[in-house]
């Protein structure tokens, strides 16, 4: 038996993006790992990788990279016989289909696949600022002020206009009716303080390679990260690029931990925020480490005059297979677990 993890690797996200609603994605995964296993020309897509660990495949998000690459050659219209295998709203697709057209486009398409594959996966999940609402909610009815809100590993900064959006929390809703950006989200325990005063004074993100939504080629790798037949994701993601380009989002190219600690201090008169949604797990230990003692370091400066939190939407490091939202304030450095989410944030078990 080898004891290569790529195989693996491959079949396990095809497990999870079955089992999240994506199984043309799951299918397709599943024939690229047969034809790894079989020495096809998808070895060649992942020669990079040939030899790594099973956890630098995790971290580097390989399979993800993999499938998504495939997904964007179809969106390019330059494979036509796989464009036309893929699925659209009037049709599921055919994943036997695409895959035979997705192999007979490696050799031609090299140059785009391997390109695709040079840059890690930027899933900017519109659907997670219904988990981080909450937690948003709770800052803002504690302290009882403003909000200055500082997103790391932001992508293309979609979830930085988190409260322009319009949010249906089972039988409740928040935000603006009128809102392009529509945010459903299976609500289960207790709501969060609906009625909080939220004003957002201040707004600022980082990323180590940001997309620039004013660039049609980064947008539609963007929107290629977004799996496919999903056309609820789809849409969602267009109409919050729309908004944040309207509002002029800038996200900064820098390191998250330079960053924050350049950009991030408590200041009088505001609750200052500073949050992220899956992506500590993919920071070196030593970028995780320094963000944890600045983080700390910042807490030390606040007051109650000038509050600090730190808000994440993360795995725990020991448990990748459940996503907790968890929310520190300072000055009394008080942590607590608010929820269990799902991690494209399509449920919330809060409390």
Known sequence: MSDDPIPGALRLQASVCTSFGAPFQGALLEHLAQDYEADGPVRGLVTPWIGASARRLFDDAVPIRLGNAFTHLAMSGEAPALSAAYPREDAPGDADAAWRAARAAIAPHRAHLAAFMDHEPQTN????????????????????????????????????????????????????????????????????????????????ACDRRPTDLADEAQRRRLLACIWPGQFDRLARSRAAIDLALANRVQVDAADALAWTRERVAPRRGAATVLYHSIFWQYLPRETRDGLERAIAEIGERATAEAPFAWLRMEPPMDNLAIVQLRLTVWPTGEGRLLAEVHPHGAWVNWG
């Open 125 to 204: 999940e519109v659907r997670r600022s219904g988990c981080l609402l909450g937690a948003f909610l709770t800052v803002a009815a504690e302290t009882g002020l403003p909000l200055r809100c500082f997103e790391i590993g932001a992508s293309a900064g979609l979830n930085l206009y988190w409260d322009r959006f319009h949010y249906g929390l089972g039988d409740a809703e928040w935000g603006d009716p009128t809102s392009p950006v529509e945010i459903p989200v299976e609500w289960r325990g207790p709501l969060p303080p609906l009625d909080a005063k939220i004003e957002v004074v201040e707004r600022a």
